[in-house]
């Protein structure tokens, strides 16, 4: 069962802007802190940006005023606003939402979408 889905990835020029979305059922997002994390080939998994039930809002330095987390509640949904992309954006980009499962905190994800940034 597919519970997490991210979309609106796909390839643009340097400077460029991409919006990605992720939705979530109900039952996973209520309440509930989201995230976005990236992978690119050869790194490590890193935070891009995550966003809690109230709001507050914490990025990484190398996309901090860049790129904007929002939710929609309404649509169980978060999205990623990324502008002003540098090749150095390339990767797959990943939602997480923090949740539970079987009474235990658990981590849902999505399966990623690909974000490439040309030169």
């Known amino acids: 069962q597919v519970q997490v889905v991210e979309s609106g990835g796909g390839l643009v020029q340097a400077g460029g802007s991409l919006r990605l979305s992720c939705a979530a059922s109900?039952?996973?997002?209520?309440?509930?802190?989201m995230g976005w994390y990236r992978q690119a080939p050869g790194k490590e998994r890193e935070l891009v940006a995550r966003i809690n039930s109230d709001g507050n809002i914490e990025y990484p330095d190398s996309v901090k005023g860049r790129f904007t987390i929002s939710r929609d509640n309404a649509k169980n949904t978060v999205y990623l606003q990324m502008t002003t992309l540098k090749p150095e954006d390339t990767a797959v980009y990943f939602c997480?939402?923090?949740?539970?499962?079987?009474?235990?905190?658990?981590?849902?994800w999505g399966q990623g979408t690909q974000v490439t940034v040309s030169s």
């Open positions: 997480s939402v923090a949740g539970w499962r079987n009474g235990w905190p658990y981590d849902y």
């Open positions: 109900r039952r996973i997002f209520s309440g509930n802190p």
